[in-house]
């Protein structure tokens, strides 16, 4: 069966333009960096501002009377906790406890907004639509009509203030508001997945040329720069925020993958037993951080040895440019998890050393 042809996002065209380097990601073209490069894009959004094209990721409507408790009922966080205009991060589980996606949740005044990873879309609209009987909901995608970027950095909130008369200062982190952003009705989310401040923007889709040009121009005067897909995964990756298809997936639990603070393990919701289990019982296996020691850099799949021995494998291996370090991430069985512990990564059949360290790598600094 021939592969499906890639989809491009509105801004394709732009990011070609202007020196874009397209590349496959999740069924889409996307620019995994400009002629920047990968490091002065993470360094620049680490210190000024960085805007992303995000549009490939996935946006779910859910409404209807029952939509708090289906939410409740599906994923791992307390929906009863959230007030209308507040997000959080959650996660939709399997029965056996492992993970379907981690995405995010958006209380607003008269329905739901989740947004899910691209790579996910159709399994995760299937896996919500099959989950709906009983409940009195509708489940939705949205994510044709829906655009959706990210502009990150300790300058994103100055830029972004230039273009919207919503008092962002009275937006903390963790909620959503709802306003006009260059004249285009948008949702403006206080979270993102860099470690720095900054906003995700959903607005409709056609005009996403028109509101990417004017955050750029307002944006360039204080250090803003697109940036592409590689300096967004090390971005991620220094404060250990999960990728699905990495960190997290199918073949592991939200306890395995050090994410118990997000699950409730007070109320009923799909996987909760097994994951009640990890808890109360241990699991085998952990997520860990680890530094290279020998000068050598660790990519995923390279396998993970401790005295000789094969234990596991790397999951994220990557330069972490603002520590300066090379260094990833792992799972190990769960007694050799303990920081300071040496372990070494197989590079074409060598042992390299490597440790064990505390995660994050880099603690981000939020407004």
Same mark, same amino acid.
């Given at each position: 069966m021939a592969d499906k042809p890639l989809k491009r996002t509105n801004l394709y065209d732009w990011h070609v333009a202007h020196g874009g380097r397209m590349v496959p990601f999740a069924g889409w073209e996307m620019p995994v960096q400009y002629p920047t490069g990968p490091k002065e894009e993470h360094r620049i959004t680490r210190t000024a501002a960085g805007l992303f094209d995000i549009d490939h990721m996935a946006q779910f409507s859910v409404s209807g009377p029952d939509a708090e408790a289906y939410l409740n009922y599906m994923t791992t %966080? $307390?929906?009863? &906790?959230? !007030? *209308? /205009? #507040? !997000?959080?991060?959650? &996660? +939709?589980?399997?029965? #056996?406890?492992? &993970?379907? #996606? #981690?995405?995010? +949740?958006?209380?607003?005044? /008269?329905? %739901?907004? *989740?947004? +899910?990873? !691209?790579? /996910?879309?159709?399994? $995760?609209? !299937? %896996?919500?639509q099959a989950h709906t009987t009983g409940f009195d909901v509708t489940v939705t995608d949205v994510s044709d009509e829906t655009y959706m970027l990210a502009l990150q950095g300790p300058k994103a909130m100055e830029i972004l203030q230039k273009v919207t008369e919503v008092s962002l200062a009275s937006v903390p982190r963790f909620t959503i508001a709802e306003g006009e952003v260059a004249g285009i009705p948008? &949702?403006?989310?206080?979270?993102g997945y860099t470690g720095e401040d900054g906003v995700e923007l959903f607005f409709d889709a056609g005009r996403a040329v028109e509101m990417w040009e004017t955050l750029v121009e307002v944006g360039e005067p204080l250090g803003l720069h697109p940036i592409g897909l590689a300096a967004r995964d090390s971005l991620r990756f220094e404060p250990s925020f999960p990728l699905y298809g990495h960190e997290i997936?199918?073949? *592991?639990?939200?306890i395995e993958a050090r994410l118990g603070w997000v699950v409730k393990l007070n109320k009923p919701f799909i996987g909760r037993d097994v994951l009640l289990k990890q808890k109360l019982e241990g699991v085998e296996k952990l997520l860990v951080g680890f530094e290279m020691v020998d000068k050598a850099v660790p990519r995923e799949h390279y396998p993970v040895a401790i005295n000789g021995g094969i234990v596991g494998e790397v999951v994220t291996g990557i330069y972490a440019p603002t520590v300066e370090k090379f260094a990833g991430h792992a799972y190990v069985p769960a007694q050799y998890a303990k920081s300071g512990t040496p372990i070494q990564i197989v590079i074409r059949g060598k042992m390299k050393e490597a440790v064990i360290i505390r995660r994050p790598f880099y603690r981000p600094a939020y407004k």
């Amino acid at each position: 069966m021939a592969d499906k042809p890639l989809k491009r996002t509105n801004l394709y065209d732009w990011h070609v333009a202007h020196g874009g380097r397209m590349v496959p990601f999740a069924g889409w073209e996307m620019p995994v960096q400009y002629p920047t490069g990968p490091k002065e894009e993470h360094r620049i959004t680490r210190t000024a501002a960085g805007l992303f094209d995000i549009d490939h990721m996935a946006q779910f409507s859910v409404s209807g009377p029952d939509a708090e408790a289906y939410l409740n009922y599906m994923t791992t %966080w $307390d929906t009863t &906790l959230m !007030a *209308v /205009n #507040d !997000a959080h991060y959650a &996660l +939709l589980c399997y029965a #056996d406890g492992t &993970l379907v #996606d #981690d995405i995010y +949740l958006y209380r607003l005044p /008269n329905r %739901w907004f *989740v947004a +899910l990873n !691209a790579s /996910n879309r159709e399994k $995760d609209l !299937a %896996w919500m639509q099959a989950h709906t009987t009983g409940f009195d909901v509708t489940v939705t995608d949205v994510s044709d009509e829906t655009y959706m970027l990210a502009l990150q950095g300790p300058k994103a909130m100055e830029i972004l203030q230039k273009v919207t008369e919503v008092s962002l200062a009275s937006v903390p982190r963790f909620t959503i508001a709802e306003g006009e952003v260059a004249g285009i009705p948008t &949702l403006i989310s206080r979270t993102g997945y860099t470690g720095e401040d900054g906003v995700e923007l959903f607005f409709d889709a056609g005009r996403a040329v028109e509101m990417w040009e004017t955050l750029v121009e307002v944006g360039e005067p204080l250090g803003l720069h697109p940036i592409g897909l590689a300096a967004r995964d090390s971005l991620r990756f220094e404060p250990s925020f999960p990728l699905y298809g990495h960190e997290i997936s199918a073949s *592991v639990t939200p306890i395995e993958a050090r994410l118990g603070w997000v699950v409730k393990l007070n109320k009923p919701f799909i996987g909760r037993d097994v994951l009640l289990k990890q808890k109360l019982e241990g699991v085998e296996k952990l997520l860990v951080g680890f530094e290279m020691v020998d000068k050598a850099v660790p990519r995923e799949h390279y396998p993970v040895a401790i005295n000789g021995g094969i234990v596991g494998e790397v999951v994220t291996g990557i330069y972490a440019p603002t520590v300066e370090k090379f260094a990833g991430h792992a799972y190990v069985p769960a007694q050799y998890a303990k920081s300071g512990t040496p372990i070494q990564i197989v590079i074409r059949g060598k042992m390299k050393e490597a440790v064990i360290i505390r995660r994050p790598f880099y603690r981000p600094a939020y407004k």
